[in-house]
């Protein structure tokens, strides 16, 4: 019988550990990044898995001919640490010897070796495998890495259970048109619009519960905010008093995160040139005195009353921002005519109900609010809006054998890392954009 030989799975010197080798020999792999020849030396810029390193070649000490090493090739080599007191980090890798793992065929199609990659954002899409490869560029997506695992921390931090739910499903939880079908073994199918019925059902297993997870939204919309497939950050409590308590949970996991990129990540917020908002206490105001502050402040007519527009979500951030120094802002009390049927109604006024958005520097990036959670309150409120509630038997289920109050939200990954670069297009924090034009890469 043959058994399989057991490999040592080798870390490997990170980058960042270089220092502590001063004036010993060290073996790194990576890609050759970029080269620059100068009189009677070159420097070598090898790009590893998180750091770009600088190597110098000299025919002094080298064992291989330059001419051996192109850009974009993947190499293992064998440098020497030395103290360079000029040098930004303190040393430099003397370059020793080189094993070639691999060449490229060709030039690559785009120049990503400089500090930005001057290019259409069409062409930094298409050929995404290869502009991510760029320091500045995979940047983006590590500190989104950071994001992320800043709200994992906090969560389960405060005891919040992490849940997978299905992304094939029967009905879509926020109703519309907006829904991708598909034919399921025969049966009409979804892709998930949200997780939504599955964080309130989990509420009633687990109390706490939270999911990053993709999201489908067959929205035709063609803009520099929408997409067909974003990353949502979904989490849903239970036994709340008040709403309130679902916006007071995002500020402290949002504070939380902040912190926790300020640690870990600031070789990323240096390249990005990202200054971290400062987060005391997040501003609150209605929905309908938000819309009539922004008519007021800059002389605008309101159109629709029932919802924000892009333009009216800008300049209220630019309000909130100048008067008390928050780029967040809540907006609280929505129509209940734009919210879906789940969505608690303020018993002081029943044409409003218990949610909010966040806006960020000019965006919405959360929704969330209070749910119901009586299943006759529930049922009244299908029958109202003249929804079938035989349609809706599996999600009621956990109405009908007993929930505690909750409410929950969602936040998009993808805008709220682009808002925190201060980018103009969401499609920049996405690593492989699905658009209304976009299926490849």
């Known amino acids: 019988m043959n058994t399989i030989k057991q490999i040592v799975i080798k870390n490997g010197i990170e980058a960042e550990e270089l220092k502590n080798f001063m004036g010993k020999k060290v073996t790194l792999h990576g890609s050759i990044y970029k080269i620059r020849k100068m009189s009677g030396f070159a420097f070598v810029l090898l790009r590893t898995k998180r750091a770009v390193v600088q190597c110098i070649y000299s025919e002094e000490f080298a064992t291989f001919a330059l001419e051996e090493l192109v850009e974009e090739s993947t190499v293992k080599v064998e440098a020497e640490v030395i103290l360079e007191e000029r040098s930004k980090v303190g040393y430099e890798l003397r370059l020793l010897s080189l094993k070639i793992l691999s060449k490229p065929l060709e030039e690559a199609p785009v120049v990503i070796h400089n500090k930005l990659v001057e290019a259409s954002i069409d062409t930094l899409l298409n050929y995404r495998p290869i502009t991510l490869r760029n320091e500045r560029e995979r940047a983006i997506f590590k500190l989104q890495e950071g994001i992320a695992g800043g709200f994992r921390k906090f969560l389960a931090e405060q005891k919040f259970t992490e849940i997978h739910s299905p992304k094939i499903v029967q009905m879509g939880a926020e109703g519309g048109a907006n829904i991708f079908s598909l034919n399921y073994f025969g049966k009409e199918a979804y ?143 929505y129509p209940s005519s734009k919210r879906p049927f789940y969505a608690m109604e303020d018993p002081k006024n029943t044409e409003e109900t218990l949610s909010f958005d966040l806006l960020f520097r000019g965006l919405e990036i959360t929704t969330g609010g209070q749910r119901i959670h009586d299943f006759k309150e529930q049922v009244d409120k299908l029958l109202k809006r003249g929804m079938n509630v035989e349609d809706f038997q599996s999600y009621l289920m956990m109405h009908r054998y007993g929930m505690p109050p909750h409410g929950g939200l969602g936040l998009g990954l993808e805008r709220f890392t682009s808002k925190l670069c201060n980018q103009n297009n969401v499609r920049y924090a996405t690593l492989f954009p699905r658009d209304i034009n976009r299926l490849q890469p």
Do not use: W
């Open 191 to 333: 892709l998930a619009q949200s997780p939504q019925f599955y964080k309130q059902m989990m509420v009633g297993v687990f109390e706490r519960v939270y999911e990053i997870a993709p999201v489908f939204r067959a929205e035709k919309h063609d803009t520099s905010r929408h997409l067909n497939e974003y990353t949502s950050v979904d989490f849903e409590m239970g036994y709340i008093e008040s709403f309130e308590e679902i916006m007071q949970m995002e500020s402290c996991m949002l504070k939380a995160t902040l912190s926790y990129l300020k640690e870990y990540y600031q070789k990323e917020l240096f390249l990005l040139n990202i200054s971290l908002p400062v987060i005391e206490e997040i501003p609150t105001i209605r929905f309908n005195e938000a819309k009539e502050l922004v008519a007021k402040e800059y002389n605008r007519t309101i159109c629709d009353m029932s919802d924000f527009e892009p333009e009216e979500e800008k300049l209220l951030c630019e309000i909130i921002e100048r008067t008390t120094g928050s780029e967040f802002v809540f907006v609280t009390h």
